[in-house]
C-alpha cells in the first residue's frame, strides 16, 4: 500500500537489511516526501542515515544526521556519530556542539569527555582537556593506561607535578607501554623522583606500543 506509512517504513527497512542501498533510499526518500508531518517520524532520517552509511555516502550521510540533531533533543547516538565524522574532518567547532548535546542527555557517557579532551587541546585549551581526562577517569574508561597517559602528558606540558602520578598509574595498567615509559624518563628527567621506585618494563624493543583510542 503506497498510502501506509509504516508499510513503507517496514518496507524500506527490509530493503536496509538486504543491502539494497540505492532502493532503500528511494523509498526512505518517498516516505518522506509524503509524510513530512507524520508524528514521531524519527525513524525514516535514522535509516535514510543508515542507507547513505552503507553505500558509502558520507556526505549525504552527514547531512541526515545533522537534520536529525536539530530536531530531536535525545539522540545521542547520533551526536556520537557526528562527532566521530566531525572530529575526523577536525570540524572542532561542530564536535564540540554534538559533545554538549550528548553530555546535556546523559553526562555519564564516557566518550564524549575523551572528545572533548582532544577537540579542546586541538583548539589550544589544555585546562579544558585535562578536566575532560580527570572526569572521564572517573567514568571507568575502557582503556585507562591511555587516559592516565594522555592526562599525564598534558600535565606535564603545564609543569604540573601530578603527571608522575598519572603516568605510574599508566604503566601499571601497561606495563610495556613504550609512550608512558618514555614520558616518565621525561618527567624524571625534569625533576627526579625520589621514592618509590616506578615500574621495570621490559627492554624498549619489547615494548608494546600506544593503545588504540577508541573514537
Known sequence: NPNNYYLLVEHSRQLIQAEKWEEAIESLNKVLDHF????????????????????GDLENEIRVLREIADFDHEAPDVYLRLIALDTADEKWDAVHQNIQRVLAVNPLIPQPYRHLARTS???????????????LIQLDPADPADVHFQLARLLHDQSNPEAHAHVIKALEEAPRYRDAYRLLLAINAAAPFAGEAPPNPEPEANLEPEPTRPY
Open 36 to 55: 513530512p508531518n507524520q508524528p514521531g517520524n524519527e525513524v525514516a532520517p535514522r535509516l535514510l542515515a543508515q542507507a547513505f552509511r552503507g553505500q
Open 121 to 135: 587541546e586541538a583548539l589550544g585549551e589544555p585546562a579544558k582537556a585535562i578536566g575532560a581526562y580527570r572526569t
